[in-house]
């Protein structure tokens, strides 16, 4: 609980969705998942980082432009 009150008073939202991303990718290499796929939708996500869905959609969205990840459906 400490752990996320402190991220969500002291990160941005882009660095709170980062941090929640590396910590599912973190999930599936420890149970030897073949895919990086991260099945999460941005409701889910927005509740993870303690943010709108529409602002962690944006976060998302720029990441995307920037190369940083892929985003799909399904």
Do not use: N, Y
């Amino acid at each position: 609980l400490l752990k996320r009150v402190e991220m969500v008073t002291f990160r941005s939202v882009r660095e709170r969705v980062a941090t929640v991303l590396l910590d599912e990718i973190r999930k599936l290499e420890a149970t030897g998942a073949p895919s990086k796929e991260i099945c999460l939708t941005h409701f889910d996500v927005a509740g993870l980082v303690g943010a709108s869905r529409e602002s962690e959609s944006r976060v998302l969205k720029q990441m995307e432009k920037e190369g940083i990840l892929q985003l799909g459906r399904g």
